[in-house]
Protein backbone atom coordinates (compact mmCIF):
# COMPACT_ATOMS: atom_id res chain seq x y z
CA UNK A 1 0.00 0.00 0.00
CA UNK A 2 3.11 2.02 1.01
CA UNK A 3 4.74 1.74 -2.61
CA UNK A 4 1.08 2.75 -4.70
CA UNK A 5 1.06 5.40 -2.30
CA UNK A 6 4.65 6.41 -3.17
CA UNK A 7 3.81 6.22 -6.50
CA UNK A 8 0.41 8.30 -6.59
CA UNK A 9 2.75 11.02 -5.42
CA UNK A 10 4.69 11.39 -8.02
CA UNK A 11 1.70 11.66 -10.14
CA UNK A 12 -0.24 13.99 -7.94
CA UNK A 13 3.48 15.94 -8.13
CA UNK A 14 3.79 16.01 -12.19
CA UNK A 15 0.23 15.74 -13.54
CA UNK A 16 -0.51 18.41 -15.78
CA UNK A 17 1.60 21.63 -15.48
CA UNK A 18 -0.19 24.29 -15.75
CA UNK A 19 0.53 27.62 -18.00
CA UNK A 20 -2.54 29.74 -16.38
CA UNK A 21 -3.87 30.73 -12.76
CA UNK A 22 -7.44 29.33 -12.30
CA UNK A 23 -9.38 28.00 -9.04
CA UNK A 24 -8.45 24.72 -9.09
CA UNK A 25 -4.84 24.82 -10.02
CA UNK A 26 -3.76 28.46 -8.80
CA UNK A 27 -0.42 27.76 -9.90
CA UNK A 28 1.49 29.85 -12.75
CA UNK A 29 4.23 26.82 -13.70
CA UNK A 30 5.36 23.39 -11.97
CA UNK A 31 8.12 25.73 -9.85
CA UNK A 32 5.55 27.39 -8.73
CA UNK A 33 3.41 24.34 -7.60
CA UNK A 34 6.45 23.10 -5.89
CA UNK A 35 7.16 26.81 -3.97
CA UNK A 36 3.86 26.17 -2.08
CA UNK A 37 4.31 22.25 -1.63
CA UNK A 38 4.86 22.50 2.94
CA UNK A 39 7.93 20.84 4.38
CA UNK A 40 7.67 19.83 8.50
CA UNK A 41 10.03 18.21 10.61
CA UNK A 42 10.95 17.92 14.14
CA UNK A 43 14.01 16.99 15.40
CA UNK A 44 14.68 16.10 19.18
CA UNK A 45 17.64 15.02 21.30
CA UNK A 46 16.01 13.04 24.82
CA UNK A 47 17.29 11.89 27.57
CA UNK A 48 15.19 9.76 29.96
CA UNK A 49 16.11 8.42 33.65
CA UNK A 50 14.29 6.53 36.01
CA UNK A 51 14.43 6.38 39.66
CA UNK A 52 13.03 3.66 42.29
CA UNK A 53 13.39 3.83 45.83
CA UNK A 54 13.14 0.42 45.84
CA UNK A 55 16.40 -1.29 46.34
CA UNK A 56 15.74 -4.17 44.30
CA UNK A 57 14.30 -2.48 41.84
CA UNK A 58 16.89 -1.50 38.50
CA UNK A 59 17.16 2.36 38.20
CA UNK A 60 16.82 3.07 34.00
CA UNK A 61 17.81 5.61 31.50
CA UNK A 62 18.08 5.72 28.31
CA UNK A 63 19.07 8.38 25.10
CA UNK A 64 17.67 8.94 21.79
CA UNK A 65 18.33 11.04 18.60
CA UNK A 66 15.48 11.40 16.10
CA UNK A 67 11.53 12.69 15.06
CA UNK A 68 9.76 13.09 12.03
CA UNK A 69 10.42 15.02 8.82
CA UNK A 70 7.71 14.85 6.28
CA UNK A 71 5.39 16.89 3.17
CA UNK A 72 2.30 17.50 2.24
CA UNK A 73 2.15 18.59 -1.63
CA UNK A 74 -0.07 21.72 -2.67
CA UNK A 75 -3.16 21.51 -3.67
CA UNK A 76 -4.37 20.60 -6.96
CA UNK A 77 -8.00 19.58 -8.05
CA UNK A 78 -8.54 18.98 -3.81
CA UNK A 79 -5.43 16.34 -3.92
CA UNK A 80 -2.72 16.15 -1.97
CA UNK A 81 -0.04 13.87 -1.12
CA UNK A 82 1.71 13.64 1.92
CA UNK A 83 4.34 11.30 3.78
CA UNK A 84 5.95 11.74 6.93
CA UNK A 85 8.98 9.66 8.17
CA UNK A 86 9.53 8.60 11.96
CA UNK A 87 13.30 7.83 12.94
CA UNK A 88 14.86 7.30 16.00
CA UNK A 89 18.59 6.27 17.24
CA UNK A 90 20.21 5.89 20.17
CA UNK A 91 23.52 6.32 18.69
CA UNK A 92 25.12 3.21 20.92
CA UNK A 93 24.48 5.42 24.21
CA UNK A 94 22.69 3.72 26.01
CA UNK A 95 23.54 1.11 28.82
CA UNK A 96 24.88 -2.92 27.80
CA UNK A 97 22.43 -3.96 29.90
CA UNK A 98 18.96 -3.59 28.80
CA UNK A 99 16.87 -4.47 31.56
CA UNK A 100 19.10 -0.87 32.80
CA UNK A 101 17.43 0.53 29.59
CA UNK A 102 14.28 2.69 29.34
CA UNK A 103 12.99 1.08 26.55
CA UNK A 104 9.82 3.31 25.76
CA UNK A 105 11.71 6.09 24.52
CA UNK A 106 12.53 3.96 21.89
CA UNK A 107 15.87 2.15 23.75
CA UNK A 108 17.24 1.40 19.59
CA UNK A 109 17.10 2.21 16.48
CA UNK A 110 13.81 2.21 14.20
CA UNK A 111 12.75 4.15 10.73
CA UNK A 112 9.05 4.03 9.09
CA UNK A 113 6.73 6.30 6.84
CA UNK A 114 4.58 7.47 10.27
CA UNK A 115 2.48 8.62 7.47
CA UNK A 116 1.92 7.81 3.55
CA UNK A 117 -1.66 9.32 2.99
CA UNK A 118 -3.43 10.99 0.07
CA UNK A 119 -6.11 14.17 0.92
CA UNK A 120 -9.09 15.28 -0.78
CA UNK A 121 -9.79 18.59 0.57
CA UNK A 122 -13.06 21.20 -0.69
CA UNK A 123 -14.55 23.77 0.97
CA UNK A 124 -16.75 21.58 3.17
CA UNK A 125 -15.17 18.28 3.96
CA UNK A 126 -11.74 16.98 3.55
CA UNK A 127 -11.07 13.05 3.40
CA UNK A 128 -7.43 11.35 4.19
CA UNK A 129 -5.98 8.06 4.26
CA UNK A 130 -4.80 5.49 5.27
CA UNK A 131 -1.80 6.04 7.11
CA UNK A 132 -1.88 9.15 8.96
CA UNK A 133 -1.44 10.63 12.66
CA UNK A 134 -4.97 11.58 13.85
CA UNK A 135 -5.48 13.97 16.65
CA UNK A 136 -8.90 13.11 18.68
CA UNK A 137 -9.59 12.83 22.33
CA UNK A 138 -9.95 9.33 22.70
CA UNK A 139 -7.64 8.46 19.18
CA UNK A 140 -4.86 10.82 19.62
CA UNK A 141 -0.98 11.00 18.23
CA UNK A 142 0.19 10.81 22.17
CA UNK A 143 3.28 12.44 20.98
CA UNK A 144 5.16 12.45 24.82
CA UNK A 145 8.63 10.62 23.03
CA UNK A 146 10.60 11.05 19.99
CA UNK A 147 8.16 10.60 17.48
CA UNK A 148 4.38 10.16 17.32
CA UNK A 149 1.68 7.06 17.01
CA UNK A 150 -0.30 6.80 13.54
CA UNK A 151 -2.98 5.04 12.55
CA UNK A 152 -3.57 2.85 9.39
CA UNK A 153 -7.22 4.10 8.07
CA UNK A 154 -9.75 6.60 7.14
CA UNK A 155 -10.35 10.62 8.24
CA UNK A 156 -13.21 12.98 7.62
CA UNK A 157 -14.25 16.07 8.29
CA UNK A 158 -17.29 18.33 7.37
CA UNK A 159 -18.26 21.74 7.91
CA UNK A 160 -21.83 21.68 5.75
CA UNK A 161 -22.59 25.22 7.23
CA UNK A 162 -19.35 27.11 6.30
CA UNK A 163 -21.80 29.69 4.41
CA UNK A 164 -23.89 30.17 7.28
CA UNK A 165 -22.86 32.66 9.58
CA UNK A 166 -24.48 31.03 13.11
CA UNK A 167 -22.98 27.76 12.00
CA UNK A 168 -19.99 28.24 10.05
CA UNK A 169 -17.79 26.84 13.10
CA UNK A 170 -19.45 23.58 13.82
CA UNK A 171 -17.32 20.28 12.18
CA UNK A 172 -18.48 17.00 11.75
CA UNK A 173 -15.67 14.63 12.34
CA UNK A 174 -15.80 10.56 11.39
CA UNK A 175 -12.91 8.08 11.13
CA UNK A 176 -12.65 4.40 11.35
CA UNK A 177 -8.97 3.06 11.84
CA UNK A 178 -7.67 -0.55 11.57
CA UNK A 179 -4.21 -0.91 12.67
CA UNK A 180 -2.02 0.84 15.30
CA UNK A 181 1.52 2.00 14.98
CA UNK A 182 2.75 2.81 18.90
CA UNK A 183 5.21 5.72 19.34
CA UNK A 184 8.24 3.15 19.91
CA UNK A 185 7.79 1.05 16.56
CA UNK A 186 8.31 0.98 13.41
CA UNK A 187 5.29 -1.36 12.15
CA UNK A 188 1.44 -0.99 12.34
CA UNK A 189 -0.08 -3.75 13.44
CA UNK A 190 -4.18 -4.51 14.80
CA UNK A 191 -3.50 -4.38 18.04
CA UNK A 192 -3.81 -1.97 20.99
CA UNK A 193 -2.06 -0.83 23.75
CA UNK A 194 -3.82 -3.58 26.32
CA UNK A 195 -2.51 -6.09 24.09
CA UNK A 196 1.22 -7.02 24.97
CA UNK A 197 3.86 -6.26 22.31
CA UNK A 198 4.39 -2.65 22.66
CA UNK A 199 6.89 -0.52 24.48
CA UNK A 200 4.81 1.56 27.48
CA UNK A 201 1.20 0.46 27.17
CA UNK A 202 -1.20 -1.48 29.92
CA UNK A 203 -0.45 -4.71 28.64
CA UNK A 204 -3.31 -7.58 30.01
CA UNK A 205 -1.15 -10.91 29.53
CA UNK A 206 -3.86 -12.53 29.50
CA UNK A 207 -4.37 -11.11 25.45
CA UNK A 208 -1.03 -12.21 24.30
CA UNK A 209 -1.52 -12.99 20.59
CA UNK A 210 -4.76 -11.48 20.18
CA UNK A 211 -5.77 -8.62 17.43
CA UNK A 212 -8.23 -5.83 17.47
CA UNK A 213 -10.54 -4.92 14.24
CA UNK A 214 -9.23 -1.34 15.56
CA UNK A 215 -12.28 1.51 16.14
CA UNK A 216 -14.44 4.11 14.99
CA UNK A 217 -15.46 7.59 15.99
CA UNK A 218 -18.09 10.57 15.44
CA UNK A 219 -17.39 13.60 16.54
CA UNK A 220 -19.17 17.46 16.37
CA UNK A 221 -17.19 20.23 17.25
CA UNK A 222 -17.31 24.06 17.80
CA UNK A 223 -14.46 26.47 17.82
CA UNK A 224 -13.27 29.63 16.31
CA UNK A 225 -10.22 30.98 16.61
CA UNK A 226 -9.80 33.88 19.41
CA UNK A 227 -13.20 32.42 20.81
CA UNK A 228 -13.35 32.04 25.07
CA UNK A 229 -15.99 29.08 24.17
CA UNK A 230 -15.23 25.47 22.96
CA UNK A 231 -17.48 22.39 22.72
CA UNK A 232 -17.10 18.84 21.88
CA UNK A 233 -19.18 15.35 21.18
CA UNK A 234 -17.50 11.83 20.65
CA UNK A 235 -18.87 8.91 20.17
CA UNK A 236 -16.07 6.17 19.76
CA UNK A 237 -16.44 2.56 19.34
CA UNK A 238 -13.15 0.13 20.10
CA UNK A 239 -14.48 -2.95 18.33
CA UNK A 240 -14.65 -6.00 21.07
CA UNK A 241 -13.37 -3.89 23.71
CA UNK A 242 -15.75 -0.88 24.72
CA UNK A 243 -18.02 2.20 23.52
CA UNK A 244 -17.28 5.42 24.99
CA UNK A 245 -19.66 8.46 24.51
CA UNK A 246 -17.70 11.89 25.27
CA UNK A 247 -18.63 15.45 25.92
CA UNK A 248 -15.93 18.29 26.95
CA UNK A 249 -17.01 21.98 27.26
CA UNK A 250 -14.46 24.76 28.42
CA UNK A 251 -14.93 28.36 28.59
CA UNK A 252 -13.09 31.57 29.45
CA UNK A 253 -14.73 34.37 31.10
CA UNK A 254 -12.79 37.30 29.53
CA UNK A 255 -13.18 40.27 32.00
CA UNK A 256 -11.74 44.14 31.43
CA UNK A 257 -9.80 43.51 35.04
CA UNK A 258 -6.49 41.11 34.44
CA UNK A 259 -8.35 38.05 35.72
CA UNK A 260 -10.23 36.22 33.50
CA UNK A 261 -12.77 33.25 34.77
CA UNK A 262 -11.44 29.52 33.54
CA UNK A 263 -14.47 26.96 33.83
CA UNK A 264 -14.75 23.20 31.79
CA UNK A 265 -16.58 20.30 31.88
CA UNK A 266 -16.38 16.71 30.92
CA UNK A 267 -18.57 13.84 30.96
CA UNK A 268 -17.90 10.17 29.81
CA UNK A 269 -20.45 6.90 29.50
CA UNK A 270 -18.95 3.54 28.67
CA UNK A 271 -20.12 0.18 27.79
CA UNK A 272 -18.69 -2.89 26.61
CA UNK A 273 -18.76 -3.61 22.86
CA UNK A 274 -19.26 -7.28 20.52
CA UNK A 275 -17.40 -10.23 21.55
CA UNK A 276 -15.60 -8.59 23.97
CA UNK A 277 -11.72 -9.14 24.22
CA UNK A 278 -11.08 -8.84 27.25
CA UNK A 279 -14.40 -10.36 29.03
CA UNK A 280 -13.67 -13.86 27.06
CA UNK A 281 -9.32 -14.10 28.68
CA UNK A 282 -11.53 -13.62 32.31
CA UNK A 283 -10.69 -10.11 33.20
CA UNK A 284 -14.25 -9.01 32.94
CA UNK A 285 -15.95 -7.18 30.57
CA UNK A 286 -15.63 -3.17 30.20
CA UNK A 287 -17.72 -1.47 33.08
CA UNK A 288 -21.12 0.07 32.06
CA UNK A 289 -20.01 3.33 33.95
CA UNK A 290 -20.05 7.23 33.55
CA UNK A 291 -17.45 9.49 34.77
CA UNK A 292 -17.41 13.27 35.50
CA UNK A 293 -14.72 16.44 35.26
CA UNK A 294 -15.01 19.79 36.48
CA UNK A 295 -12.00 22.50 36.45
CA UNK A 296 -12.38 26.01 37.32
CA UNK A 297 -9.25 28.78 37.33
CA UNK A 298 -8.27 31.72 36.81
CA UNK A 299 -6.13 33.15 34.36
CA UNK A 300 -4.09 36.45 34.78
CA UNK A 301 -0.92 38.27 33.49
CA UNK A 302 1.62 36.31 35.35
CA UNK A 303 -0.22 32.77 36.06
CA UNK A 304 -2.54 30.53 35.13
CA UNK A 305 -4.03 28.67 38.35
CA UNK A 306 -6.68 25.70 38.30
CA UNK A 307 -8.16 22.99 39.91
CA UNK A 308 -9.73 19.89 38.72
CA UNK A 309 -11.82 16.80 39.80
CA UNK A 310 -12.38 13.54 37.98
CA UNK A 311 -14.56 11.23 39.18
CA UNK A 312 -15.49 7.57 37.77
CA UNK A 313 -17.97 5.08 39.18
CA UNK A 314 -17.38 1.49 39.66
CA UNK A 315 -18.72 -1.61 38.56
CA UNK A 316 -17.66 -4.54 40.48
CA UNK A 317 -16.59 -7.41 37.96
CA UNK A 318 -15.58 -5.46 35.58
CA UNK A 319 -12.40 -5.25 34.24
CA UNK A 320 -10.22 -2.93 36.21
CA UNK A 321 -13.38 -2.15 38.74
CA UNK A 322 -15.45 0.10 35.50
CA UNK A 323 -12.15 2.53 35.01
CA UNK A 324 -12.27 4.13 31.69
CA UNK A 325 -10.85 1.53 28.69
CA UNK A 326 -8.70 3.66 26.37
CA UNK A 327 -6.97 1.97 24.01
CA UNK A 328 -4.69 3.76 22.44
CA UNK A 329 -3.37 6.77 25.65
CA UNK A 330 -3.46 3.38 28.35
CA UNK A 331 0.11 3.59 29.36
CA UNK A 332 1.17 6.50 27.66
CA UNK A 333 -0.75 8.65 30.33
CA UNK A 334 -1.90 11.08 27.29
CA UNK A 335 -5.74 10.48 27.66
CA UNK A 336 -7.96 13.99 27.90
CA UNK A 337 -8.68 13.35 31.12
CA UNK A 338 -8.21 16.66 33.35
CA UNK A 339 -6.53 14.84 36.34
CA UNK A 340 -3.97 12.71 34.02
CA UNK A 341 -0.17 13.27 34.89
CA UNK A 342 3.38 12.87 32.93
CA UNK A 343 3.58 9.60 34.69
CA UNK A 344 -0.10 8.32 35.07
CA UNK A 345 -3.56 8.95 35.36
CA UNK A 346 -7.33 7.52 36.34
CA UNK A 347 -6.33 5.17 33.02
CA UNK A 348 -2.80 4.13 34.06
CA UNK A 349 -4.24 3.01 37.85
CA UNK A 350 -6.81 0.94 36.07
CA UNK A 351 -9.49 1.31 38.58
CA UNK A 352 -12.21 3.62 38.96
CA UNK A 353 -12.37 6.48 41.50
CA UNK A 354 -11.66 9.97 42.28
CA UNK A 355 -9.16 12.48 41.54
CA UNK A 356 -7.76 16.08 42.09
CA UNK A 357 -5.33 18.11 40.61
CA UNK A 358 -4.19 21.52 41.29
CA UNK A 359 -1.57 23.60 38.72
CA UNK A 360 0.09 26.71 38.48
CA UNK A 361 1.40 27.48 34.82
CA UNK A 362 3.33 31.10 34.12
CA UNK A 363 4.91 32.78 31.52
CA UNK A 364 8.64 34.50 31.70
CA UNK A 365 10.94 36.52 29.04
CA UNK A 366 8.09 37.08 26.65
CA UNK A 367 6.77 34.00 26.70
CA UNK A 368 10.18 32.60 25.98
CA UNK A 369 10.26 30.30 29.86
CA UNK A 370 7.04 28.25 30.18
CA UNK A 371 7.08 26.93 33.59
CA UNK A 372 4.02 24.65 35.03
CA UNK A 373 3.74 22.80 38.81
CA UNK A 374 1.05 20.58 39.26
CA UNK A 375 0.38 17.84 42.48
CA UNK A 376 -1.97 15.62 41.75
CA UNK A 377 -3.56 12.65 44.33
CA UNK A 378 -6.00 9.87 43.09
CA UNK A 379 -8.54 7.93 45.60
CA UNK A 380 -9.07 4.67 43.78
CA UNK A 381 -9.95 1.12 45.04
CA UNK A 382 -6.33 -0.58 46.20
CA UNK A 383 -5.24 -2.68 43.11
CA UNK A 384 -2.21 -5.56 43.47
CA UNK A 385 0.18 -2.31 41.40
CA UNK A 386 -1.47 0.85 43.97
CA UNK A 387 -2.44 1.68 47.39
CA UNK A 388 -5.53 3.35 47.42
CA UNK A 389 -4.29 7.07 47.35
CA UNK A 390 -1.01 7.51 44.95
CA UNK A 391 -0.23 10.80 43.77
CA UNK A 392 2.06 12.53 41.75
CA UNK A 393 3.86 15.99 41.50
CA UNK A 394 5.31 17.18 38.18
CA UNK A 395 7.88 20.22 37.30
CA UNK A 396 7.82 20.71 33.81
CA UNK A 397 10.10 24.06 32.60
CA UNK A 398 10.80 25.05 28.92
CA UNK A 399 12.59 27.61 26.92
CA UNK A 400 11.96 28.55 23.07
CA UNK A 401 14.19 31.08 21.45
CA UNK A 402 12.80 34.03 20.46
CA UNK A 403 11.07 33.98 17.07
CA UNK A 404 13.18 36.75 15.49
CA UNK A 405 16.66 35.13 16.33
CA UNK A 406 18.59 32.57 13.66
CA UNK A 407 17.89 29.41 16.23
CA UNK A 408 14.03 30.16 16.18
CA UNK A 409 12.93 27.02 16.50
CA UNK A 410 15.10 25.55 18.93
CA UNK A 411 13.58 24.82 22.60
CA UNK A 412 14.97 22.90 25.95
CA UNK A 413 12.57 21.25 28.01
CA UNK A 414 12.93 19.62 31.24
CA UNK A 415 10.43 17.56 33.19
CA UNK A 416 10.73 15.75 36.78
CA UNK A 417 7.82 13.98 38.08
CA UNK A 418 7.88 11.74 41.09
CA UNK A 419 5.09 9.37 42.00
CA UNK A 420 4.32 7.60 45.19
CA UNK A 421 2.01 4.78 45.90
CA UNK A 422 3.26 2.18 43.83
CA UNK A 423 3.20 -0.70 45.64
CA UNK A 424 5.62 -2.25 43.21
CA UNK A 425 8.66 0.90 42.68
CA UNK A 426 7.80 2.20 46.17
CA UNK A 427 8.74 6.09 45.05
CA UNK A 428 9.03 6.65 41.27
CA UNK A 429 11.26 9.51 40.18
CA UNK A 430 11.24 10.67 36.21
CA UNK A 431 12.98 13.28 34.86
CA UNK A 432 13.20 13.43 30.87
CA UNK A 433 15.54 16.12 29.40
CA UNK A 434 14.55 17.48 25.91
CA UNK A 435 16.01 19.34 23.29
CA UNK A 436 14.03 19.82 20.14
CA UNK A 437 14.50 21.96 16.61
CA UNK A 438 10.84 22.43 14.72
CA UNK A 439 10.31 23.62 11.01
Known amino acids: ?71 VTAPLYGWQAGVTLGFANSLGLNPEDSARVDETLPAGTIYMLTEAFLQWRQKYFTLRGPEQIIDTPWIMPSDSRIKPSAF ?30 GRAESTFTPTNLYIPGHAGGSPVAQLAGETTPGAQ ?19 NQFFNFSRLMWVDLSYVHKTKSRFNPIFGFQFANQNGDGENTIATSGMGSAGDTQAVGVLVGVDTDYVRLTAAYNGITSQKGAFANGDLLSPYSTGYATDPLYTTQMIGGMIEKQSAGSAFKVAATSFFLDSQIKAILSYARYYIIRTSAYTSQPSEINFDVAYSFSKSSTLDGLSIRN ?3 VMTGNREDAHFYYNRVQIQYQF
Open 217 to 235: AFGLKWSRKGAPFYAQIWW
Open 152 to 181: RGFYGEASPFADLELLEDWTVVGLRVFDFN
Open 415 to 417: RFG
Open 1 to 71: MTRRLAVALVLVSWIRPCTSVDIDTPYTDVLDYFKQTKFHGTIRAYFFERAYTKPDVLDQNAFNLGGTVGL
